[in-house]
T-cell receptor
Framework: NAGVMQNPRHLVRRRGQEARLRCSPMKGHSHVYWYRQLPEEGLKFMVYLQKENIIDESGMPKERFSAEFPKEGPSILRIQQVVRGDSAAYFC?????????????FGEGSRLTVL | DQQVKQNSPSLSVQEGRISILNCDYTNSMFDYFLWYKKYPAEGPTFLISISSIKDKNEDGRFTVFLNKSAKHLSLHIVPSQPGDSAVYFCAARWGSAGGTSYGKLTFGQGTILTVHP
């Protein structure tokens, strides 16, 4: 009965490198969301995906950020050419297809530090 | 543009007393409001929600009140316990068309609740 699994839990990158964060939703959940929490702030929506489809990416920065949720395997949030401002906690959440109340199940987060 | 605001960064309460956490919002298109609890180094955990057509929802020690005219909601915890000490986030969900499951939430900044034994 595993929950939402995220890895790595901690990631350190130097400016200009790439960061890849992975998320496996709860069993039976087909909807995945990525949120970002900057220090001292609330969580900010980034992107909503279903299998092989990006449904809403209105919260994603236009450059350097991309997300996917392939038919097989975890969802991946990719940040190219990281900058110090990308340092944050990135949370993945999932929901079942028939739940329509906004209730999300969150993973423990991936904490990205850019040196 | 902060559409969901939690104006109290922190709240300190004695064990056994009531904790009241407040949240204000500006967007009338929100259709669900939710409260999440978060411990350090963990992800948020869902606590309780309320539909915009209701004014109260209760689940054990937790009750959420919604005042649509004031665009204000509050979470009451009675009685408060030391294990309730955490950061509490208020969140609001955009109304979705077609009844699709949609988890695009707008979060407040959070309130740190400390319950003293």
């Amino acid at each position: 009965n595993a929950g939402v699994m995220q890895n790595p839990r901690h990631l350190v990158r130097r400016r200009g490198q790439e960061a890849r964060l992975r998320c496996s939703p709860m069993k039976g959940h087909s909807h995945v969301y990525w949120y970002r929490q900057l220090p001292e702030e609330g969580l900010k929506f980034m992107v909503y995906l279903q299998k092989e489809n990006i449904i809403d990416e209105s919260g994603m920065p236009k450059e350097r950020f991309s997300a996917e949720f392939p038919k097989e395997g975890p969802s991946i949030l990719r940040i190219q050419q990281v900058v110090r401002g990308d340092s944050a906690a990135y949370f993945c959440a999932s929901s079942p297809p028939n739940k329509n109340t906004g209730e999300l199940f969150f993973g423990e987060g991936s904490r990205l530090t850019v040196l | 543009d902060q559409q969901v605001k939690q104006n109290s960064p922190s709240l300190s309460v004695q064990e056994g007393r009531i904790s009241i956490l407040n949240c204000d919002y500006t967007n009338s298109m929100f259709d669900y409001f939710l409260w999440y609890k978060k411990y350090p180094a963990e992800g948020p955990t869902f606590l309780i929600s309320i539909s915009s057509i209701k004014d109260k929802n209760e689940d054990g020690r937790f009750t959420v009140f919604l005042n649509k005219s004031a665009k204000h909601l509050s979470l009451h915890i009675v009685p408060s316990q030391p294990g309730d000490s955490a950061v509490y986030f208020c969140a609001a969900r955009w109304g979705s068309a077609g009844g699709t499951s949609y988890g695009k939430l707008t979060f407040g900044q959070g309130t740190i609740l400390t319950v003293h034994p």
